[in-house]
């Protein structure tokens, strides 16, 4: 355990707030094609994921090294096409899983007190825009299954905090920041109907959709120290 002295593990939940434009614009002229009377758009959910974090102590005891994992996830409300028995049900979500190398410091300013700061960098496990459809009343043309388009871009994170320290071990953290996922190359991973595995997510002008969660972000944090 001495190896492990001062390591930090953070198991935190928290709230992203984005709106991907260029995805909405894409929902919404395919909601207006299907005659969809209700908004139909993704934007903004739940995050939640764990960090662990070492000090540095041959740099300095304020500054920390670690690994981030989180997961987000914002869903549409389930429209409807069609009507009676030539209709199918439609819900769509935009996710990911990004995994991110941190650096940070933290500086105490009360005996209880510490604020700091983290930048984050890396690549996402996944991060996928899904329509799943359901009850479908017209199989040729809209077959029941989940239309999935899935990219690994590069995502960075830059994030301030504040902490209360109950004991040596256990604290409470708040943290807001921003962090960046985008991608224009959004690929089917498997084939649906007439969309064929590695098709492009494009709008109807032929030009591909840049499926940006880009958020402002806020999480609630239980800081464990070792």
């Known amino acids: ?12 939940v928290g709230y992203n707030f984005f709106n991907p434009k260029a995805l909405n614009n894409l929902m919404s002229t395919t909601a207006q094609a299907l005659n969809i009377n209700t908004k139909y758009r993704i934007g903004g959910g739940p995050s939640f ?7 540095l102590n041959f740099v300095s ?7 981030r994992l989180d997961y987000f996830t914002s869903s549409s409300s389930a429209v409807t096409v069609g009507e009676g028995t030539k209709s199918a049900t439609l819900e ?5 899983v990004p995994v991110m190398a941190t650096l940070g410091v933290v500086y105490p300013v009360l005996k209880q007190v510490q604020v700091g700061g983290v930048l984050a960098a890396g690549v996402p496990v996944f991060y996928r825009f899904t329509t799943e459809v359901s ?7 809209m077959p029941n299954g989940t239309i999935t388009y899935e990219a690994n871009p590069f995502t960075a994170l830059v994030s301030g905090f504040g902490e209360y320290l109950f004991t040596d071990h256990i604290g409470l953290r708040l943290e807001a920041g921003y962090r960046f996922i985008s991608s224009d190359q959004m690929k089917a ?7 064929k595995e590695g098709t492009l997510l494009r ?5 591909n959709v ?4 880009s958020s402002f972000n806020s999480a609630v944090s239980l800081v464990v120290t070792i």
């Open 1 to 12: 355990m001495t190896a492990l002295k001062g390591a930090r593990v953070r198991p935190f």
């Open 210 to 213: 840049k499926v940006d969660a």
């Open 135 to 141: 009850g479908s009343g017209v199989p040729q043309q």
């Open 189 to 195: 991973s498997e084939s649906y109907g007439t969309i």
């Open 49 to 55: 994921g764990l960090s662990a974090e070492y000090p």
């Open 203 to 207: 709008d109807q002008n032929n030009a």
């Open 92 to 96: 769509s979500s935009l996710s990911g």
């Open 61 to 67: 005891k304020y500054i920390h090294a670690g690994l």
